[in-house]
């Protein structure tokens, strides 16, 4: 799973734009991937495992933010197609995983 966080946040005032960076700066040490400027993603092996850090983004919400997160499959992120001008290029995969049985 890919928990897709999505964001506007004002900065236009000193304290907005410090929320704001403690927001991004929240997303980084939590794991997640800066994909564009105000669109993060973390990969989780399942919905579960995403849970704590859904909250933790939650409560770090800015009062006049406007954040959404959306947990998509590994095979609907991949599904995803990336450009750069005209220049299509390869979507983030997810890392590997270990498996313990």
Do not use: C
């Amino acid at each position: 799973m890919w928990l897709m966080a999505l964001f506007d946040l004002p900065v236009g005032t000193d304290i907005q734009r410090k929320h704001a960076t403690q927001f991004r700066k929240l997303l980084l040490s939590n794991g997640f991937l800066r994909l564009q400027y105000s669109v993060y993603g973390r990969f989780f092996p399942s919905e579960e495992a995403s849970v704590p850090v859904r909250t933790a983004v939650r409560q770090a919400v800015p009062e006049e933010g406007h954040v959404r997160l959306i947990l998509l499959t590994d095979r609907q992120f991949g599904k995803m197609e990336v450009f750069h001008g005209e220049n299509r290029l390869e979507s983030e995969t997810a890392p590997r995983q270990l498996l313990l049985f």
